[in-house]
């Protein structure tokens, strides 16, 4: 009968932590639109991806991270003009603001996916997962496709 019980316990104290869980990361605080990938030739070193990501909530919101298979790793990359040369600096999150979106677009802010085991083909998914730092983590669909080539990014 005890034994009854505290299974019985542990299935209610679940139940609370999952329900906790889902109030304290609403997922609605961040909603990522158009999500995709340039396409890049089958010998490309990166591959750069791209998206909007909203802020829905009244407090900032950092991007620490983000993830996929069948990749070295994936890095948060903004590109910078600096004595009249772009450059790609590596940076430790993005910053989402508080009612604010962040445009990751060539020539800006990217999300660099470096050393594909195998490049995408256009008209591939790649999901991605992105990890903010209120705890909320989401995998995204990417579609992978052309971009309007800005020539100055392609030259770095
Ligand atoms: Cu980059």
Not at 29 to 35: C, M, Q
Not at 112 to 126: N, Q
Request: charged fraction near 15%; avoid cysteine.
């Amino acid at each position: 009968m005890n034994k009854m019980i505290s299974s019985l316990t542990l299935v209610l104290s679940l139940l609370v932590i999952t329900q906790a869980g889902a109030t304290s990361h609403d997922a609605a605080d961040i909603t990522i639109h158009n999500p995709w990938i340039r396409s890049a030739p089958p010998n490309a070193p990166t591959l750069g991806a791209f998206m909007e990501i909203h802020n829905n909530s009244n407090h900032n919101i950092k991007l620490l991270s983000a993830n996929t298979s069948g990749y070295k790793r994936l890095e948060l990359h903004k590109t910078e003009h600096k004595n009249g040369m772009m450059k790609m600096i590596k940076q430790d999150f993005m910053p989402i603001l508080a009612h604010s979106k962040l445009t990751l677009k060539p020539g800006s802010w990217h999300i660099m996916m470096v050393s594909p085991e195998l490049v995408p083909s256009e008209g591939d998914f790649v999901m991605i997962k992105l990890a903010f730092d209120n705890g909320l983590s989401t995998t995204l669909r990417a579609k992978v496709r052309k971009g309007n080539m800005t020539m100055k990014h392609q030259q770095l």
